[in-house]
Structures are given as C-alpha cells and as structure tokens.
C-alpha cells in the first residue's frame, strides 16, 4: 500500500504508520516530510513543517542523557540525548536485514532509518553514500540494536561512510572482519566534506581500526565528532587481531577538525604484536581535539603524529606551523583525558604498555590536564615526546611515570607532576583516576590564563582557585 494515512491516523502520540513498498512498515512522525517516492510513499507534508537545516539537534543537559551514553556512567549530562530532526522516517525490523544495504545505499537526502530492537546480521556492508542520513536505533539505547558483521569476510567493514552530515548513533556494531565504520569522502569530488557525527555507539571486536577515517586524493573528511561511545575489543575478539596485530581504536588520518570526546577506549592490545593507539591523529591530521575520554588497557594510548618524516600532501591554510619540514600532525589538543594500563596480560605482553600520550612530530600540540597511570613503567614514559619538528606544550598532566623528550622536541613544561602513586586515586586498578578526597595533587598546577579549561573530566567546575593537575578536579 501507498499513500495518504486514513483519517485519523495521527492520534494523541503523533505518528502514522504505512506499510507496503520496500519495507513492509515504516513509522512516519506527524512533524516530518513524506518519505520519497523511490522508498515507500507520497505522504503530505505536515501543515507546520519546515525543510531540514542539515543540523541534528542536541537537546540541553537537563532533557536527559542517552541510554548507557557513558557507558557505566548513564547520568553524564556531557551527553543527552540526540534530538530528533525533521526529515524523512523509516523503522525497519531485524526480520527485514536483506533490504537494509539496498535501503542505505540508496536512500534519498536526509533519510533516518530506525532499527528497532534485535540483532542484524550481515551479508554485506552498508555504503552510505546519501548526504544527511541518519542510522540509528529506535529505542535510544545503544545495546538494544546489534549490527553483526559475524566476522564475514565479504563484509568486511561493517558501515562505510562516503557522504557528508552522515549520523551513526545509538547502536552497538559487533565482530567485523575489517573495521567497524570507515569514513572516507568520494574519491571525485576533491575538497573538504563535511564529517560524520558517531555518537553513543558500541563497537565491539574489529579486526582492523575500530573507527577509520581516511581521504582519498584531494577529497578529505573534516570536521567530524565521535562521542559517547564505547570501542573495546574483548578477551573473545582478541585471538582474531592476529599476530600482525594491525589494528587499532579511534584513527584519524588526514582529516581536519574533528573532535573526540567523552568515548571509552579499551583493551586495544593482542597478545603478540603491538596494537596502534585508542585514539590517533596522525598523517597531516589538524585541529583535532582529544578530550574526556577515558583509554583503558591499550598498549599505546592516545596519539598525535607518529611518522619522522614525509612529504607534505594537503595544504592547511590557518595553521600555525607554517610551511617548515613535514610534521605529521598540526594544532591538536588533548586534554581532561584518564589513561590507565593496569591489565597484567597486556603489562607483560612483547609489546608492552608503549605509552599514554605520544607527541611525535606534532606542531603546536597543547597537551593539558591528562591523567596516566600504569603499576610498571611505560615503555616510553607517560607521556612520549619525540623527533625534532615536534612543538608542544604540556601542562597541569598527572602522571604515574615521566615525561620522555627525544630528538630534540622542543616543549614548554609547567605545571605537571611526575612518578606519582596509586594512592592519590580512588581505584586505579580498574581505571578510575578521580582523586581522592585530601590528595596531595589538590592545587598543584598552573594557571593556564585564556588556555585554562573550566570542567573538569566530569563536566564539574574548575573554580575553585588553583587547578589540580590531572583530568580531575577535587
């Protein structure tokens, strides 16, 4: 059936369900535009619509967060709930998972496909290639849905991302044979495209790079955000990473302006071999701001930059490094983040525990109000500053071990304290790096002026007269 809903369709909830067509029932809110015709039918524009601005809505702290958005911490308000936005709504069931790629591969503009309840297991990756489409579950919560890439070799990257103002948000992606979400503009249409927001996800046993985003030639994704979400790979994933262990968390490459913010990263490690970071900007990424994230067991844990040397590809105009030798990553922050190695298999594997925060040749990296904390010494220290072309400054860190400079990095250090013990936190051992009530960090960092961070980790103030070093403030 297509059409007009039969009167009276629209009752005290607002909504209207059709079936027919592709999909056998689509739920169309009272508010939206009819879904196109090459989906499932010709409903009438609602009498006080208005077209879609391209911006997903974030409803104020006070509206409630997502389900599980923190993962153990639900009631974080550094993460509400999305806002629902007008624009075409499709509600599929798990028992209609054949017509999902075709559906998201050929969806019209500013689409969003609801989930609902259950688990999709996958044949074949999603290509979303449509601008402004949403994927996400219907019920909010992000463990109700599962898309299961079932490690299937011909699916290999669960979810490719090739368009611009795409969301991927409150669902969990499981088991893929590559990685869990790709990004990555289209290849012939050169210039800056608008990033993705991934937002309240799980993802759980990727065989490569959790979440990768890539260009392609002079087409590059910038101005992306991944948020709220939990990347893990599990004791059961990790015997499918292989010995070449080629995998990794969150990765950026040659993207500009995303930010990274309020995810937990954890046990990116293999038993041989060593794994890539939670969380990197590398490959003339610029602009990238690293913040609230709690990296968990990860044999390296957050990175900007990692190759000495190179040949410059994409122009960055704005940027403060100028047009010296090649650095491999620009103008990134990372700040108010915990990294925590404390699991004893990746402590003794060959890799080992490499580092918490590795500056290699970055320019004007601002490294501010980062906790690590690791019971044996990290291979590289703490916090890894390395080759010549680096520039940073780092301030107010809290750190269980030092702070290694090689290669003549060039830093401004202030602030930071260095070789402190497991009791300043309340349970470091499972990565929970607030400080205790009376530690001796209370107010021993530094006023950063204009650079100083008002929240802490937890979204509290900063307000109370001198900074404590670390991500949190008592």
């Not at 009167?7 to 879904?35: E, H, K, N, Q």
């Not at 609230?292 to 960055?316: K, S």
């Not at 925060?357 to 970055?362: E, K, P, Q, R, S």
């Not at 809290?398 to 202030?414: N, T």
């Amino acid at each position: 059936m297509s059409g007009r809903p039969a009167p009276g369709v629209y009752g005290a909830l607002g909504v209207g369900v059709i079936c027919g067509g592709l999909l056998a029932c689509s739920v169309i809110y009272d508010f939206d535009r009819p879904i196109p015709p090459n989906i499932a039918s010709d409903l009438p524009l609602a009498a006080d619509a208005n077209p879609y601005d391209g911006v997903i809505p974030i409803l104020p702290a006070d509206a409630g967060p997502s389900v599980d958005a923190m993962g153990n911490d639900p009631g974080n308000a550094l993460c509400p709930r999305l806002g629902r936005r007008r624009g075409n709504v499709i509600v599929i069931s798990p028992e209609q998972v054949d017509s999902l790629p075709g559906l998201v591969a050929g969806a019209a503009p500013d689409t969003t496909i609801e989930l609902m309840r259950g688990t999709y297991v996958l044949d074949v990756g999603l290509e979303v290639q449509s601008v402004g489409l949403i994927l996400r579950s219907s019920t909010g919560n992000r463990d109700s849905v599962v898309i299961d890439g079932s490690e299937h070799a011909g699916v290999g990257t669960v979810i490719t991302v090739a368009s611009a103002n795409v969301t991927i948000a409150d669902l969990t992606i499981a088991n893929a044979a590559g990685h869990a979400i790709h990004v990555h503009p289209p290849a012939d249409d050169p210039g800056e495209h608008a990033g993705p927001l991934i937002y309240n996800v799980r993802i759980a046993d990727s065989r490569s790079d959790a979440i990768r985003v890539d260009s392609e030639g002079d087409a590059y994704m910038d101005n992306g955000t991944i948020g709220c979400s939990l990347v893990e790979l599990t004791s059961a994933g990790r015997p499918g990473a292989g010995d070449d262990c080629l995998m990794g968390g969150i990765v950026l490459s040659r993207a500009r302006g995303w930010r990274i913010h309020d995810n937990t990263v954890r046990g990116v490690f293999c038993i041989e071999g060593l794994a890539l970071h939670g969380i990197h900007a590398s490959s003339e990424s610029a602009g990238t701001v690293i913040e609230g994230n709690r990296v968990l067991d990860c044999a390296r844990g957050i990175g900007v930059g990692l190759y000495g040397e190179g040949v410059a590809t994409r122009p960055l105009e704005g940027s403060t490094c100028g047009d010296a030798s090649y650095v491999d990553d620009n103008d990134s922050v990372v700040r108010n983040n915990f990294v925590a190695a404390n699991d004893p298999r990746l402590l003794t594997s060959p890799g080992g525990f490499e580092h918490g925060i590795g500056v290699w040749n970055a320019c004007n990296a601002s490294i501010y109000h980062n906790t690590v904390f690791s019971p044996r010494a990290p291979v590289g220290g703490s916090i890894d500053v390395r080759f010549a072309n680096s520039t940073a400054r780092l301030k107010n860190n809290l750190l269980s071990h030092e702070i290694r400079v090689r290669d003549e990095a060039q830093l401004v250090v202030e602030g930071n304290l260095e070789e402190v013990t497991e009791a300043l936190f309340v349970d470091p051992s499972v990565g929970n790096l607030h400080l205790i009530e009376g530690a001796e960090a209370k107010d021993r960092g530094v006023n950063l002026g204009v650079e100083s961070l008002t929240l802490d980790i937890d979204g509290q103030p900063r307000n109370d007269g001198q900074p404590d070093p670390g991500a949190d403030e008592l």
